[in-house]
């Protein structure tokens, strides 16, 4: 878990805090330099366009990473409420909405992505929500199986008796309950939604050009690869790899540490 | 002398399936401050349904359809819920079963105790602390004040059971109701549990309605006992004269089957079969399939009430006559 923290922090100061130490713009159009192989000049190389990848790669973990987590939060928000107000409510609400949670985990991710993306614009804030608004239903449901296997427990029925409210409840004895639980999903939200994006990036759909993001300087590269410049689909490559496995790596720790509790 | 708790007539029906069918029906008893009533029968009798009327903890698809809950002088049934709630909170305490399920796993012990007082009143850190100290105290768990910030995982069974009457005493109410608090413990616990309980039954003068299947814990701890059977009362009557002159086969039947350590040795003797289920419920005794003594008139007509208001039965063909 350590070392996939470790990992995960580079990944973070190499985007946030990188573009203090490497200050060229990876907008910058050279029209000389296109297609440099990683040098010492250019240290991972440059695109068709004479951009320095090493800033385009710093500048594209900003949304890449961002992205992920903060729609990670927005997920995990949404599922907890959704799964709580479902877990808590009357057997027939609970159901009713239990049958909206399966209409929507029927529809897959990336047609309903590719729709949204037909009808409103793609910037890292409406990526932001949409991803939030599109991966909440495992967790809801995770929390009102939860709920429900703790809600006939002697303590809250004693709790209860006591005169305490459903609110009291939820809050005191039933989110402290499935605390670890659902760090343990929003970590591995966190390296889901990093590989969504990265894919709907590749396809287009994600952070849009010039902007740049892992994703899509993969995508890029990947069209260009066939002229040698291996460089282009290698550094991206690595770095959505090394997140994805950072957070796994966190994930899978607090879920040992946790559960060996 | 005032009564803490009375009940009517209290008749639970469950809904399953578009059908209803009853479960508990016709209990009535009263329950006065510093008295132990012990409510006494089989697994699946409605002894638990009782309680969790009274504490308005039933089950999804179970209502009170009849009757009346009396505490404090106040029916239950008519006081707005939100009134009741508060008004139940604060006079009845509750110890369940399993002390191993009674306790919020991830909340240290000292928290827990002082629950119920702080969902009353808001209470600062160090008051609730010393709070929290006095009340285990009073539920005699050693070496208190080293173990308050300690997990309900570091605790024994029977220390945890002591935990949740603590916290069912916090808000010193007038009835403890508590729903086989002993099953779950060895025999020694059980009985230092139950000896801490009479004794803060005579300081606070407290009214406990104990439910229990087993009927030498209510020889001892008892005043009064109310024996069910199939949701229904089938005898009932203070522990001298029940013990004393048991009418009813089934409360009989209940006495025989405690294994006895003296005397030559026999096989365990045992009621044979099982409760009726509440959907094949009918008009005559319930128990008539595995009475021993049943005649005609059981099955086809309701037991008669037999005995006085210190000692009554239901039955058709009792163990003894008892004096109207």
């Known amino acids: 878990m350590a070392s996939g923290a470790a990992i995960f922090v580079i990944l973070l100061l190499f985007s946030w805090a990188g573009p203090f130490l490497h200050t060229a713009s990876p907008y910058a159009i050279h029209p000389h330099l296109l297609f440099q192989e990683p040098s010492w000049q250019h240290l991972l190389g440059t695109d068709d366009l004479g951009r320095g990848m090493l800033a385009r790669m710093m500048y594209g973990g900003r949304p890449s990473l961002g992205v992920a987590m903060i729609g990670s939060v927005i997920a995990t928000l949404l599922g907890l409420c959704y799964g709580m107000v479902a877990g808590l409510s009357p057997s027939l609400v609970d159901k009713s909405l239990m049958r909206i949670l399966d209409a929507i985990l029927a529809l897959p991710t990336l047609v309903l992505m590719i729709f949204f993306a037909a009808i409103i614009p793609l910037d890292p804030i409406s990526l932001i929500l949409l991803l939030g608004l599109v991966s909440w239903p495992g967790l809801a449901r995770i929390v009102r199986n939860e709920v429900l296997a703790y809600k006939g427990r002697d303590y809250i029925l004693a709790a209860k008796q006591y005169g305490a409210s459903t609110w009291y409840l939820a809050r005191t004895h039933l989110l402290r309950s499935m605390f670890p639980i659902v760090i343990v999903n929003a970590t591995f939200t966190v390296a889901d939604l990093i590989l969504t994006l990265a894919g709907l990036s590749f396809l287009g759909l994600g952070i849009q050009p010039p902007q740049p993001s892992w994703g899509g300087l993969l995508g890029n590269g990947s069209n260009l690869a066939i002229t040698g410049s291996w460089w282009l689909i290698l550094f991206p490559g690595i770095a959505i790899f090394l997140a994805i496995m950072s957070m796994n790596m966190i994930g899978q720790g607090l879920l040992n540490r946790l559960e060996g509790r | ?324």
């Open chain 2, 1 to 324: 002398m005032r009564t803490v708790l009375s009940i009517e007539n209290l008749k639970v029906v469950g809904y399953k399936g578009g059908r209803s069918c009853p479960i508990i029906e016709g209990i009535t008893f009263n329950l006065e401050p510093g008295r132990t009533l012990a409510v006494v029968g089989e697994s699946g009798c409605g002894k638990s349904i009782t309680a969790a009327a009274i504490l308005g903890l039933l089950p999804w698809g179970f209502t009170v359809s009849d009757g009346r809950i009396v505490l404090d002088g106040q029916n239950a049934l008519s006081l707005p819920p939100r009134e009741w709630r508060q008004l139940r909170g604060k006079r009845i305490g509750a110890v369940f079963q399993n002390p191993l399920a009674a306790l919020n796993p991830s909340l240290p012990i000292w928290k827990q105790v002082i629950e119920s007082a702080q969902l009353e009143e808001a209470l600062t850190r160090k008051t609730a602390r010393s709070r929290a100290l006095q009340l285990l105290e009073r539920v005699e768990v050693p070496h208190v004040a080293s173990r308050l910030d300690d997990y309900p995982h570091q605790f024994s069974g029977g220390m945890r059971q002591r935990v949740a009457i603590a916290l069912a005493l916090a808000r010193n109410p007038a009835l403890l109701i508590a729903d086989e608090p002993t099953t779950a413990l060895d025999l020694i616990t059980q009985a230092q549990i139950l000896n801490m309980l009479k004794r803060l039954q005579e300081e606070q003068n407290l009214a406990i309605l104990f439910i229990t299947h087993d009927l030498s814990l209510v020889a001892e701890y008892a005043d009064e006992v109310f024996v069910m059977y199939a949701g229904q009362e089938v005898e009932r009557g203070s522990v001298s004269d029940l013990f004393a002159s048991v009418a009813h086969p089934y409360t009989h039947a209940l006495l025989r089957s405690i294994p006895r350590l003296t005397g030559s040795r026999y096989r365990l003797i045992d009621i044979e079969g099982v409760p009726p289920s509440p959907h094949s419920y009918t008009r005559g005794c319930r128990f008539a399939s595995r009475c021993p003594r049943v005649i005609a008139a059981c099955s086809a007509t309701p037991p008669p009430r037999l005995g006085n208001d210190s000692h009554e039965a239901f039955c058709h063909h009792p163990h003894r006559v008892l004096a109207p």
